[in-house]
Nanobody, 117 residues
Framework: QVQLVESGGGLVQPGGSLRLSCAAS????????VGWYRQAPGNQRELVAS???????NYADSVKGRFTISRDNAKNTVYLQMNSLKPDATAIYYC???????????WGQGTQVTVSS
C-alpha cells in the first residue's frame, strides 16, 4: 500500500504562485513514476506533469514554461511549482504514484487550487 498526501493548495490571484507537495509513505520506491493531475468542475482529470526516477519530465502544453515538477527521493516528496497562474488553473490537483514493483497506481485525496481576483 502507498499513501499520498497533497498540500499547498489555496486561493491565489492571477499571476501568482503556489507550490504543491505530495508526500508519500508505505511501500514506495525511488523508481516510482509520479504525476500531478488536475480536474476542474465538469472536466475530465488531466495530466499536468510527471517525473520519472531519473528525472525525465513531461508537461502538459498548457503549463510548459510556468510549472516545474521536481522530486526529493530522500523526503519521498514530489513538488509542483506553479508560477504565473491563470484562472483556468482552478481545479483540484491530485498526485498519482505508479508503484514500480507492481505497476499499480495510487492517488492522493487532492488539494484545491483556486485562481481568482
Amino acid at each position: 500500500q502507498v499513501q499520498l498526501v497533497e498540500s499547498g493548495g489555496g486561493l491565489v490571484q492571477p499571476g501568482g504562485s503556489l507550490r504543491l507537495s505530495c508526500a508519500a509513505s508505505g511501500r514506495i520506491f525511488s523508481f516510482d513514476i509520479v504525476g500531478w493531475y488536475r480536474q476542474a468542475p465538469g472536466n475530465q482529470r488531466e495530466l499536468v506533469a510527471s517525473i520519472t526516477s531519473d528525472s525525465r519530465i513531461n508537461y502538459a502544453d498548457s503549463v510548459k514554461g510556468r510549472f516545474t515538477i521536481s522530486r526529493d527521493n530522500a523526503k519521498n516528496t514530489v513538488y509542483l511549482q506553479m508560477n504565473s497562474l491563470k484562472p483556468d488553473a482552478t481545479a483540484i490537483y491530485y498526485c498519482k504514484r505508479q508503484q514500480w514493483s507492481t505497476g499499480l497506481d495510487y492517488w492522493g485525496q487532492g488539494t484545491q487550487v483556486t485562481v481568482s481576483s
